[in-house]
């Protein structure tokens, strides 16, 4: 499973993330992300997380996703890490975050490295999260990696209804998205939408609703963009009657697109009474 863009993304819009992960990390600390190359031989850190502050108590943080067995893991991690100090020097003390997927990955020789793993790495393992229920949204976001389907959308669920902020909202829903495509490859678009139990949400803000209408719309599946924008429009304008569907199904596909758009600002059922008009 690619994940990097993932995490990427998880820690750029979930700042609270770094402090429930890293014991002495406070909430309020500002990192900037960024994933650097390194040169000479050309390393790719997964991210390195730089204070925004120059309070020498905040470290850097070179954070690693690491979810397969590597023996050559820790001697290609440390010499990243330490590449990067000698060509981006700076005066905040490091430390090194693993979210590694349990305590069986086979990671190299910890004897080598025994003194950095003791004294400047946490390793996090996500198998830990499997007995716990009580989670936090940005802990349940990284649960669904290790849990099976029926879990994992049960998980994505809880953490949209605690996702009251809109704004927020399409955050962790494009985080979903993403991961869930990724994880279980051999769902349908329209099935993840159903899993999530989204009948509430407007999903025309949601990239992944764009894209699941732009994929329609390319590949000639003029009756699955239909349904998706009679969807949308029963969320926007209420119940539909029976002529308006009708009239909604027999759009070609570029005047579906064009309604696709058009609903995004539609306030009641009037606007779409005047569209169809």
């Known amino acids: 499973m690619k994940t990097d863009k993932w995490f990427y993304q998880l820690f750029l819009t979930q700042p609270g993330m770094l402090a429930e992960l890293l014991p002495g990390i406070a909430p309020e600390w500002e990192f900037d992300y960024t994933a650097p190359v390194i040169k000479e031989r050309e390393f790719r850190l997964d991210g390195v997380l730089c204070p925004q502050s120059d309070d020498l108590a905040i470290p850097v943080i070179f954070l690693e996703a690491q979810m397969q067995t590597d023996e050559g893991f820790y001697g290609r991690y440390f010499a990243e890490i330490f590449l990067y100090l000698q060509q981006y020097p700076t005066p905040h003390p490091w430390q090194g975050l693993l979210l590694l997927k349990n305590r069986q990955q086979k990671l190299g020789n910890p004897l080598s490295y025994g003194v950095l793993l003791q004294n400047h790495i946490t390793c996090f393992y996500l198998e830990d999260l499997l007995t716990l229920m009580a989670l936090s949204p940005n802990l349940a976001l990284l649960k669904i990696l290790v849990v099976e389907q029926d879990t994992a959308f049960a998980l994505g669920q809880m953490i949209l209804r605690q996702s009251h902020d809109p704004a927020l909202f399409q955050q962790r829903l494009n985080l979903l998205e993403t991961i869930l495509v990724n994880k279980f490859p051999h769902l349908g678009t329209e099935d993840i939408l159903k899993m999530l139990d989204l009948k509430t949400a407007d999903l025309t803000q949601s990239r992944f609703y764009q894209e699941v209408v ?28 029976s002529a308006q569907v009708a009239q909604v199904e027999g759009l070609e596909l570029e005047a579906l697109e064009r309604l696709g758009e058009d609903l995004l600002d539609f306030s009641g059922a009037a606007d779409l009474v005047a569209w169809l008009a």
């Not at 732009?214 to 009657?241: F, I, N, S, Y």
């Open 214 to 241: 732009a994929l329609g719309l390319v590949q000639g599946r003029q009756e699955e963009a239909a349904a998706l924008v009679l969807r949308q429009l029963t969320r926007k304008c209420g119940q539909l009657t």
